[in-house]
């Protein structure tokens, strides 16, 4: 485990015989790339003409995706490290709020609330992981106990220094700051102008932004989305610090008499996932320019929903960031697809809960002939 | 596997039932709220447009962020303007969040209406037609008004929302109706019945000179009247409410909630709809806001309340 995986000499004979195109199929993501065919070939069948494949629409389900992505690539890597996060909406909670505070309440530049947040927050993911090494107890049970406390102190904070639960004007204060537009701006201005020019993007048709084109950028929240994703593969699969990951969750025991440093390696994974949610937070709060105590709510779970469509296993030890980010974009897709679709939008839960389903089914099913187990 | 898949297909298909023929002819109108799906108040709110849909022979569809999100509904309304609607109907329950999606929206040529949740002048700052809703403060400030002529001196109110700075306004109206400072008299009670019930409980045994309650709808009204039928101040103290439901109507008639102010939102889901195709079929278009309460309902004249209540009331 000190080296990178080998590239194994195929003429090895402990090694079973396996055609290229088999070995290129079966691998943890294939759900996730079956499951984004389904959803894509149902959606384009049902919702072609309803304006979802159009640049507002693309835009629309492709920011949804990428908010899932964020928090899915750190909830991945935790997940197969062999831990949880259920902090993570809460943390989204706290970190805009704290952002807000910061700015606005104390009139602080925005960069420095920002770096200021961004710390609190890793630390509080490094005690998370901290807690958990040194109890020994579920990280179940430690990060529920951060779910409640995060969201109660970012209802608490507000209402006592504002006696508001929504703290807006955060637009205003960031204002030509340096570090905003890096979470809250978006790139390819030019080019979308141009394509609304030539006819291929709408232009608005009255008001002050009358001849601009309805999509004027790709927001920076999904260029993160794409980073991390990135980031997290190659970490993952290409690193030496990847295969601790994967050994830290698979037998933690194990990896440690092999020397590797679980801990060190569990703790940073809480302190990753801290800065995921960090960055949704920041993201969302830049772009919409308020920070509310009711925001993040039910995303821990959202987030590890895409990671087990993406294929990955929840005991840990065994899964896949693209994978991840595949069950993203899915989960992504679908939510607002349904609406495009015209589908009642109660039913949303139903047709999340038959995709979990049957994600899980057939990720079970890959799994196994992956690693030959019965 | 196989066995899998060809469930899956069957399932694909058989949810295909669900997807209404949204693409007939006529005028389309989404209605976007920010309640979450366990509130059950909006329900008038689906009734009420699916019924103006059926009257003026649009289509017509309901969209809400499932855990009520502001931020997703956000992306909800651009979805809906994606969707190139002839008008959309929404409420503003966060200016800084909605006001950039929506005036968005409306640039792009779509027909916007604030109902329920907002104010006038946000309404007209977003650029949409017109606001069709009950002003909060002033709602809380009748309710105070009225409670102070009824004698109450110290009072209670509960809130279940209080991440929604607009409800809060209800309070803080009654205790400037009552004219005394609301101090810590506004509950956070969370929505969770047997919570909301019990904070209540403590509250009214740690202070005893309280002799008016206020609720901000059925989801901290019904535990309330629980909770005062348990320690038996039902019908002592004086309990206000705002919105009706099944539960308050009976507690109405029981007289252990003195009224109920009912900002009717029927209308808000109902009167939106007629405005928008008669203004695109024919182009007229009221010239004032529409304010669609508040309404006292007190014991006399239950009956009609009580035979549409959660259903059209």
Known sequence: MSETAQVTDLSDERIKEMSALRRALIRPELGGMVGTVAVFTFFLLFAYDSGMFNAQGVLNWSIVSAQFMIIAVGACLLMIAGEFDLSVGSMIGFAGMMIAIFSVTLGWPTWLAIILSFAMCITIGAINGFIVIRTGLPSFIVTLASLFILRGFTIYFPQTIERKTIIGGIRDVAEGDWLAPIFGGKIGQPVFQWLGDVGVIDTFERGTRQGQPVVDGIPMLIVWAIVLVIFGHVLLTKTRFGNWIFAAGGDAQAARYVGVPVNRVKILMFMFTAFCATVFATCQVMEFGSAGADRGLLKEFEAIIAVVIGGALLTGGYGSVIGAALGALIFGVVQQGLFFAGVESSLFRVFLGVILLFAVILNTYIRRMITGER | ?313
């Open chain 2, 1 to 313: 596997m196989k066995k899998a898949l060809i469930a899956a297909f069957a399932a694909a298909v058989a949810l295909t039932g669900f997807v209404s023929a949204s693409w007939a002819e006529g005028e389309r109108y989404v209605l976007v709220s920010h309640a979450p799906d366990s509130d059950s108040w909006w329900n008038t709110i689906k009734n009420g447009i699916a019924l103006a849909g059926e009257h003026v022979n649009v289509e017509v569809e309901y969209r809400n962020p499932p855990t009520g999100d502001i931020a997703d509904m956000a992306r909800i309304i651009e979805q809906a303007a994606a969707s190139a609607p002839d008008g959309i109907i929404t409420t503003l329950a966060d200016f800084d969040v909605l006001k950039g999606p929506i005036s968005d929206a409306v640039d792009q040529g779509i027909d916007v209406i604030i109902m329920n949740t907002g104010t006038p002048e946000q309404a007209r700052e977003v650029g949409a037609l017109m606001y069709v809703g009950q002003p909060e403060y002033d709602a809380g400030l009748a309710a105070g008004r009225r409670a102070k002529d009824e004698g109450v001196t110290k009072f209670l109110c509960v809130n279940h929302a209080i991440q929604q700075p607009t409800v809060g306004e209800r309070c803080r109206g009654y205790a400037d109706g009552l004219g005394i400072d609301l101090g810590d008299a506004m509950m956070d009670s969370g929505t969770d019945p047997a919570e909301i019930k019990n904070k209540v409980l403590a509250y009214l045994s740690a202070n005893p000179d309280v002799d008016g309650i206020l609720t901000l709808g059925p989801v901290s009204a019904d535990p309330t009247i629980a909770a005062l039928k348990e320690n038996g101040m039902a019908g002592d103290i004086h309990f206000g409410t705002f919105d009706l439901g099944a539960e308050i109507v009976q507690a109405i008639k029981d007289g252990i909630i003195n009224w109920g102010i009912d900002q009717q939102p029927f209308l808000q889901a109902y009167l939106p709809v007629v405005v928008l195709a008669n203004y695109d079929r024919y182009g007229v278009l009221p010239g004032n806001n529409i304010n669609s309460g508040p309404g006292f309902v007190t014991a006399d004249g239950l009956e009609k309340v009580e035979q549409f209540a959660g259903e059209y009331r």
